[in-house]
Nanobody, 116 residues
Framework: QVQLVESGGGLVQPGGSLRLSCAAS????????MGWYRQAPGKERELVAS???????NYADSVKGRFTISRDNAKDTSYLQMNSLKPEDTAVYYC??????????WGQGTQVTVSS
């Protein structure tokens, strides 16, 4: 089992930055992929960014060049640095982990609101 706890959401003005954190605990050795998803009101949950255990990254086209995913293995933590935020980035952001059997684990979600 893997437990995920997110932090770092909040209200920010357009053009601003936020960094989300996701602390993992439990059977961390089994994690193959860590990622971030988001869900806006009335929309499907979508992948924002992911990183494999060997460092390969994948980003949604809408965030390329603005968001950066990283991992600190010593702290068992994943980060999502979000720059140049836009109102359309407003959503609940969820941390995700996939283990070696491709089971999904989710954090509780953190609200990000981009508004002036």
């Amino acid at each position: 089992q893997v437990q995920l706890v997110e932090s770092g959401g909040g209200l920010v003005q357009p053009g601003g930055s936020l960094r989300l954190s996701c602390a993992a605990s439990g059977t961390i050795f089994s994690i193959n992929v860590m990622g971030w998803y988001r869900q806006a009101p009335g929309k499907e949950r979508e992948l924002v960014a992911s990183m494999t255990s060997d460092g390969r990254t994948n980003y949604a086209d809408s965030v390329k060049g603005r968001f950066t995913i990283s991992r600190d293995n010593a702290k068992d933590t994943s980060y999502l640095q979000m720059n140049s935020l836009k109102p359309e980035d407003t959503a609940v952001y969820y941390c995700n982990a996939k283990d070696h059997k491709w089971r999904n684990y989710w954090g509780q979600g953190t609200q990000v609101t981009v508004s002036s």
